[in-house]
């Protein structure tokens, strides 16, 4: 279903047009913002998906205090779209809207470095999320509400052979929660982390190389350039400064 993508876009469309009205823009450190909210806003959609599919398969058995029963059995029927679409928002609207929120203030602490730029890219993501609560938590159940699912009951079988071919791998897998088994899963974890840590002791930061790290070691650029730098007091490396000016300056 395209629905979280489409309300996912609309989140990054609001993003930018609340930008250029607050009179922000997109600079080189925020280019990659609204992909990132694009990526939070198709997460948060997903979820919502799931839970939508799940009423209108199986949510017409609830309890009295409207918890689905489980585990379903063979019986179970769901409900159309629009009340599927209602017990979604009510059940995901205030987890979803907490996950968010944390989110984006996190996103705000970023303004508490002193860097204009950063500074900038920090208000461009934490609007961009606050967004999503309004695309995704709100625009998205009611677009799900017009949603008209056909052949219910064949899909439902077609979804039930599938999990019952997982059945035995995800049975496996939870054996590991056993005492007998746990142990040496976490004897296994605490070595690779020990590791892990005694490898990042040799982490280089900055290029592992002369020269261009896109071409090879023994390429001819970077051999020239070992060659130049060894017998000459220059360098060979471009630098590029991206500096934001008033207009008409002169730098």
Same mark, same amino acid.
């Given at each position: 279903m395209i629905l979280p993508l489409i309300c996912s876009v609309v989140a990054v469309i609001w993003q930018l047009g609340s930008l250029s009205l607050m009179g922000f823009g997109i600079d080189p450190m925020s280019i990659l913002v609204p992909f990132?909210?694009?990526?939070?806003?198709?997460?948060?959609?997903?979820?919502?998906?799931?839970?939508?599919?799940?009423?209108?398969?199986?949510?017409?058995?609830?309890? +009295?205090?409207?918890?689905?029963?489980?585990?379903?059995?063979?019986?179970?029927?769901?409900?159309?779209?629009?009340?599927?679409?209602?017990?979604?928002?009510?059940?995901?609207?205030?987890?979803?809207?907490?996950?968010?929120?944390?989110?984006?203030?996190?996103?705000?602490?970023?303004?508490?470095?002193?860097?204009?730029?950063?500074?900038?890219?920090?208000?461009?993501?934490?609007?961009?999320?606050?967004?999503?609560?309004?695309?995704?938590?709100?625009?998205?159940?009611?677009?799900?509400?017009?949603?008209?699912?056909?052949?219910?009951?064949?899909?439902?079988?077609?979804?039930?052979?599938?999990?019952d071919k997982l059945d035995g791998i995800w049975r496996s897998l939870s054996t590991l929660t056993t005492r007998k088994r746990a142990v040496p899963v976490l004897l296994i974890s605490v070595v690779l982390a020990g590791w892990g840590l005694y490898k990042g002791s040799d982490l280089q930061i900055g290029d592992l190389q002369s020269g261009?790290?896109?071409?090879r070691e +023994?390429?001819?650029?970077?051999?020239?350039?070992?060659?130049?730098?060894?017998?000459?007091?220059i360098g060979v490396d471009v630098l590029s400064v991206i500096v934001a000016a008033p207009q008409d300056a002169c730098i």
């Open positions: 990132l909210v694009f990526a939070i806003g198709v997460s948060h959609g997903v979820q919502m998906i799931s839970s939508w599919m799940g009423e209108i398969l199986y949510g017409e058995e609830e309890t +009295d205090v409207n918890k689905p029963v489980m585990p379903v059995t063979a019986e179970t029927q769901g409900v159309d779209g629009n009340e599927a679409a209602r017990r979604t928002f009510r059940r995901l609207v205030v987890p979803g809207s907490l996950a968010l929120i944390s989110d984006t203030i996190g996103f705000l602490t970023v303004l508490l470095i002193a860097i204009g730029i950063i500074q900038e890219m920090a208000i461009t993501a934490s609007l961009g999320v606050a967004l999503i609560i309004f695309s995704n938590l709100i625009l998205l159940p009611i677009l799900l509400s017009f949603v008209k699912f056909k052949d219910v009951d064949a899909y439902r079988e077609n979804r039930q052979k599938g999990e261009v790290p896109e071409l +023994d390429a001819r650029y970077n051999v020239d350039s070992r060659v130049i730098t060894s017998k000459f007091a």
